[in-house]
């Protein structure tokens, strides 16, 4: 089992720049979670996803977020355009059930936007 | 909304040495409580799963326990070793999937 596979692992870019961060879940899990961390708020939940349907964006912070997941092993978090307060570590995650399974996290990708 | 605190913020202790971690939360309805370590650069591993009907759960050197009345959780590390050294973040979970994380305490054993 390889765990939860984000990439890339970090990402320097431009204000204004699109940013893309992927993920692959672990084989089997039907829910997947993307989260920022900063030092200022901790962990942040953007949005989940169940069987590839998004449930809960309500933490997305504006338009300029969005995200897919077209199919079960694949995910993708965008922003455009990006912003240096976008500066922070994104993680996914990803649990197979309804909520009693404990999450598996990937090592995340270190967002720069200068 | 559900709010989780963790402290202390940071903690030293001599290699051996037994400790305790704790972690309070407002809204008592939660579904279950998670301890998670993450190393530096790296992502969070899960330790304990607490369901909200349990008191505690127990792996090696770990033990959570759950007092969801007080709204309070605490992590026991037994025997401290230099490999502890991580920071420990709890996490409550108030629905399907709605996880609510505490900002961590920074352990650091010394050898």
């Known amino acids: 089992d390889a765990g939860v596979i984000q990439s890339p692992r970090h990402e320097v870019t431009e204000m204004g720049q699109e940013v893309t961060l992927r993920c692959k879940p672990i084989?089997?899990?039907?829910?997947l979670f993307w989260y920022r961390q900063t030092m200022m708020r901790g962990l942040e939940l953007l949005i989940y996803?169940?069987?590839?349907?998004?449930?809960?964006d309500s933490g997305m912070p504006e338009d300029r977020f969005s995200a897919k997941m077209p199919n079960a092993s694949f995910s993708t978090l965008k922003i455009q355009p990006s912003e240096p307060r976008d500066s922070a570590v994104y993680f996914c995650?990803?649990?197979f059930g309804s909520g009693d399974s404990p999450l598996h996290f990937g090592n995340g990708t270190r967002l720069t936007v200068t | 909304k559900q709010e989780v605190t963790q402290i202390p913020a940071a903690l030293s202790v001599p290699e051996g040495e037994n400790l305790v971690l704790n972690c309070s939360f407002t809204?008592?309805?939660?579904?279950?409580l998670q301890w998670f370590r993450q190393d530096p650069g790296k992502g969070l591993t899960s330790l304990l799963l607490?369901?909200?009907?349990?008191r505690e759960q127990t792996s090696g050197r770990l033990n959570a326990s759950l007092d969801k009345s007080s709204g309070r959780s605490t992590l026991y590390i037994a025997a401290s070793q230099p490999g502890d050294s991580a920071t420990y973040l709890c996490?409550?979970?108030?629905?399907?999937?709605?996880?609510?994380f505490g900002t961590g305490t920074r352990l650091t054993v010394i050898p």
């Open positions: 995650a990803s649990s």
């Open positions: 084989s089997g899990h039907n829910s």
């Open positions: 996803f169940n069987n590839n349907v998004p449930i809960d």
């Open positions: 809204d008592s309805a939660i579904y279950n």
């Open positions: 607490i369901q909200s009907s349990q």
């Open positions: 996490a409550a979970q108030t629905g399907a999937n709605n996880l609510f």
